[in-house]
């Protein structure tokens, strides 16, 4: 049987457009956001899952927080314009997780010169990435970049990068894991896809993000290490 689900939604204006911290979970899912301070990896997003739930999250991201130009590898992404997802599975599970570019999304600046607060809109052409890494660490100080692309902490071992390479502005990917804690990173490619002088080489642009479990398919040993399913593809997930 499938299970009901519950809509939460912060809002942030009258038109009804989106707003930081938007979730959209089954009832057995347990999400919490709450954006952390400090040169740690700051988890803005703790989603706890069992072997049949599913998450959305609606945020924004860096432009190129995945991938800086002016850095050099392997360290191209940027920590901060990152959002992680503190992400524990209850449950052996094959993991779907699918990000695309969200229209709509507000965010609010701080001047603590003039003490004014600014709502602003984010972009709506994110080209999104992602990388996933078993285990989190909130704890290591970690400096304003990370690669997306392999190890970068101690504490977490990486597992995979998908990317959009084929310019849907949106990516999927699939994992059989074990249960246990990960990290996953959403952030953008948009150097990859903008020119400079175009509006979508910076800023902040908004992403819808949705995480799928479902039993996995063949047992998972404890210990064991997470196995890759199927092929990524950058066009099973639509902007809205």
């Known amino acids: 049987m499938m299970k009901s689900t519950t809509l939460v939604k912060i809002l942030g204006s009258a038109a009804l457009l989106f707003s930081a911290g938007n979730l ?11 954006p952390g301070t400090g040169a740690v990896i700051r988890y803005p997003w703790k989603v ?30 940027w920590t901060h ?8 599975l209850t449950e052996p599970a ?24 600014t709502d602003l809109l984010a972009g709506a052409s994110l080209y999104p990435a ?3 890494y078993q285990g989190i660490d909130n704890t290591t100080e970690v400096g304003h970049m990370y690669n997306p692309k392999g190890n970068f902490s101690a504490k977490i071992n990486f597992l995979k990068y998908t990317e959009d390479a084929a310019g849907k502005k949106a990516i999927s990917y699939k994992m059989l894991l074990e249960p246990g804690q990960y990290s996953v990173a959403i952030a953008g490619l948009n150097a990859a896809h903008c020119q ?8 902040r642009h908004g992403y819808r993000a949705k995480l799928t479990t479902e039993p996995a398919p063949i047992r998972v040993e404890a210990g064991a290490m ?12 639509h902007a809205h």
């Open 81 to 88: 314009f990152t959002d992680w997802v503190e992400l524990t």
């Open 226 to 237: 997470p196995v890759p399913v199927l092929t990524d593809t950058a066009a099973v997930v």
């Open 94 to 117: 094959l993991l779907t997780v699918e990000i695309a570019a969200q229209s709509g999304v507000h965010y609010t600046t701080f001047n603590s010169e003039t003490n004014v607060t």
């Open 24 to 34: 959209y979970a089954n009832d057995s899912a347990d999400i919490k956001y709450a």
């Open 48 to 77: 706890t899952l069992g072997d049949h739930d599913s998450a959305e999250l609606v945020r924004h991201v860096g432009a190129k927080s995945a991938s800086e130009p002016a850095q050099e590898e392997p360290l191209k992404g």
């Open 196 to 203: 400079s002088t175009d509006a979508c080489f910076n800023g």
């Open 130 to 132: 992602s990388s996933i």
